[in-house]
């Protein structure tokens, strides 16, 4: 098989729609104190599952919720983590018994979901990890619950990556096969160029995965799905995590489809105690960077061990059902501008429509270089009320010499002054939609 053919995703309903749900459920939210706590308190798999595997009972899961949540929240895909580090499966699969349908809720948690936010017109995501801490075969590493083990070396003498990786694939043939069509295959992750000075494990990476292989086995099940780049093969995005680039993501110095997955708080998973809980200014101005910088921003939920989202969770999703209501055309559809932004905020732009998103608002007005003449009408989108400017010569018309030095600095920026209202519309952050010539 051609190179290219590991690389041929259809990413235009992805760069359009730009919002998406991750999810990260499973049994560590029994626990409740970050996804990794099997890692962090180095928990051994036995004693791992013999404490939460079978006290997991979500009697409130109700997918239907969780997919109208995302649906008001403006989100139009989700990514659900159908098997996180520690090895627990959400579906049914046959090559474990390590399983959802086997714990005290006995069933297969994932259909019912793929089923609901399908329902609510979502596109559908699986992430995987390519890590497992419960598989006998999974050599332990430094990322490894077992990496302090006296006999961690001797253990390993016993697994067999190759065995595992059969497992991998495996799975992936399940969740590809069994669940209609999938949109996006999230893997999660490689580290086989980090190094282990303390106990001289190697990391792994695209050789333990065969990941030319696994992505074969993607596209043939799935010819059009998204594959991310954490197999250490490039894909179809990238995937920045807990980061907000600066500028458009590139490869090789070319621009390539990214997404930025971002948490509500400090964990994906949940998280009973943990505190940094992110403003609506900050949740919005995520949402906001992604799409002025040409990428995507995933959004985490972590649902709790009875399977419902905690009112944290719910405010923070309502704080994006109300802003996206009024201002979703300025993030679907929408890329990075080609006009310098003014210092006050971000620029989005879907054709000849430029929305010039406030973080901070101005007094009385704001500087927008490169644009006179070329706009036709302004308005708040908000509430669809007009929005005023002036061109240079406007400025120079008003006599005066602080206006005529004014007016000097618009016309070598080739400038217009927006006229705003002095007070803040009642939005988290407003934005002006230009209508250009």
């Known amino acids: 098989m051609a190179k ?204 333990d995965w065969q990941s030319e292989k696994l992505i074969r086995l993607v596209r043939k099940l799935e010819p059009n799905i998204l594959v991310n780049n954490r197999t250490e093969i490039e894909g179809d995005f990238r995937t920045p995590e807990q980061a907000q680039p600066r500028e458009w993501v590139k490869a090789n110095g070319k621009r390539v489809t990214w997404e930025a997955c971002q948490t509500f708080s400090g964990a994906w998973g949940y998280s009973r105690d943990e505190t940094t809980w992110k403003s609506p200014e900050q949740l919005i101005q995520m949402l906001i960077n992604c799409v002025s910088r040409g990428g995507n921003l995933l959004m985490n939920v972590g649902p709790t061990a009875r399977g419902t989202f905690d009112d944290r969770a719910l405010d923070a999703l309502d704080v994006y059902a109300k802003w996206m209501r009024l201002h979703g055309r300025a993030i679907y559809g929408c890329t990075q501008s080609g006009f310098a932004e003014p210092p006050e905020g971000r620029y989005t732009q879907n054709g000849k429509r430029l929305y010039l998103h406030l973080f901070h608002w101005p007094f009385g007005g704001v500087h927008l270089n490169g644009l006179a003449g070329r706009i036709a009408y302004a308005q708040l989108l908000n509430d669809a009320s007009e929005i005023r400017w002036m061109e240079p010569a406007d400025l120079e018309a008003r006599g005066g010499q602080p206006a005529k030095a004014n007016a000097e600095i618009v016309r070598r920026k080739k400038a217009v002054v927006l006229q705003l209202p002095i007070v803040k519309p009642n939005v988290v952050v407003p934005v002006i939609e230009i209508f250009l010539k």
């Open 4 to 207: 290219k053919d590991l690389s041929k995703g259809d990413t235009q309903w992805f760069v359009r729609d730009r919002f998406g749900m991750f999810i990260h459920w499973g049994i560590y939210s029994l626990p409740a104190r970050h996804e990794w706590v099997m890692n962090y308190e180095e928990i051994p798999a036995d004693v791992y599952k013999r404490k939460y595997f079978p006290n997991f009972n979500p009697d409130l899961y109700d997918p239907a919720e969780w997919a109208a949540a995302a649906r008001r929240a403006g989100m139009k895909y989700f990514v659900i983590t159908t098997k996180h580090h520690d090895g627990f499966c959400l579906w049914d699969t046959k090559l474990t018994d390590y399983k959802a349908p086997n714990t005290h809720c006995g069933k297969d948690l994932l259909r019912p979901m793929v089923e609901a936010f399908r329902a609510e017109g979502l596109k559908v995501g699986f992430y995987h990890s390519l890590l497992d801490w419960h598989h006998p075969h999974f050599p332990i590493d430094f990322m490894h619950p077992l990496r302090n083990h006296p006999r961690a070396k001797a253990m390993n003498r016993k697994r067999d990556i190759r065995k595992y990786t059969e497992y991998l694939h495996g799975q992936v043939t399940e969740l590809l096969t069994e669940y209609g069509p999938v949109d996006i295959m999230w893997f999660d992750f490689s580290y086989s160029n980090r190094a282990d000075p303390v106990h001289g494990f190697k990391g792994k990476g695209r050789k």
